[in-house]
């Protein structure tokens, strides 16, 4: 099967740090990655999709200069939280998908951050 | 893309099939319909997704509606790992980013 990592799992931060967090694609080629976020009892939020090589699209209301997506090659695709505060403190899972848009979403195990 | 309804919650007893439906009136011709399910403190997992006919994999069965109005997830003999958060939600596979939008989804407890 498919199999997505996430880098770390946890990470415990001060307010005005930044936090990277990697998303692996292990045994295939993702040409799209998906972030989402996730605060307590809520459901996944879409985040941004980024594709191989080029820009990120960021959903409504996520901003892109505090949510940094790189996506440089077709097996890792990273999100920074810039100048995090405790209100990004969150659940961040990420997905990849292999080449076509019908293709299965495969889910990475998350990240959880919290800012203290 | 077309939203799904799912009851809040559900109850089941270990070892007996379980159901869990999806009402989805405006689902469009391109609209696939995915499931995917949700344990605690972990990524969703896929479990079965189909477009008009009915399908069956190793971990389940999803009945369609004729009409595609709505849909069952069929959990043939419930676990107690089978409890989790299950979402369903329609795709347009035809589009350009086939994004996955999830809805509040359906807690399904097992009881023992």
């Known amino acids: 099967g498919a199999v997505v990592s996430q880098h770390p799992s946890w990470v415990i931060c001060k307010s005005g740090t930044s936090v990277k967090i990697e998303c692996r694609s292990l045994?295939?080629?993702?040409?799209?990655m998906f972030w989402y976020r996730q605060f307590p009892k809520q459901s996944l939020m879409l985040m941004a999709t980024?594709?191989?090589?080029?820009?990120?699209?960021?959903e409504q209301g996520v901003e892109k200069d505090k949510f940094l997506i790189n996506h440089a090659s077709l097996t890792l695709s990273t999100l920074t939280v810039t100048s995090a505060h405790p209100e990004d403190s969150s659940f961040y899972i990420c997905?990849?998908?292999?080449?076509?848009?019908?293709?299965?979403?495969?889910f990475g195990p998350g990240t959880r951050l919290l800012v203290l | 893309d077309a939203k799904t309804t799912q009851p809040n919650s559900m109850e089941s007893n270990e070892e007996e099939p379980v159901h869990l439906p999806c009402n989805h009136s405006?689902?469009?011709?391109?609209?696939?319909i995915h499931w995917y399910r949700q344990l605690p403190s972990q990524g969703p997992e896929y479990v079965i997704h189909?477009?008009?006919s009915n399908v069956n994999n190793r971990m389940a069965s999803l009945a369609i509606a004729e009409d595609r109005k709505s849909s069952t997830l069929i959990l043939h003999r419930a676990t107690l790992r089978d409890a989790a958060v299950y979402y369903c939600?329609?795709?347009?596979?035809?589009?350009?980013?086939?994004?996955?939008?999830f809805g509040k989804g359906t807690k399904l407890s097992v009881k023992p």
């Open positions: 997905s990849a998908r292999k080449l076509r848009t019908q293709e299965t979403q495969y």
């Open positions: 980024s594709n191989e090589g080029s820009k990120a699209t960021y």
């Open positions: 405006t689902i469009s011709g391109t609209d696939y």
């Open positions: 939600i329609l795709r347009d596979d035809g589009g350009s980013q086939g994004n996955l939008i």
């Open positions: 189909g477009l008009t």
């Open positions: 045994d295939f080629q993702a040409t799209t």
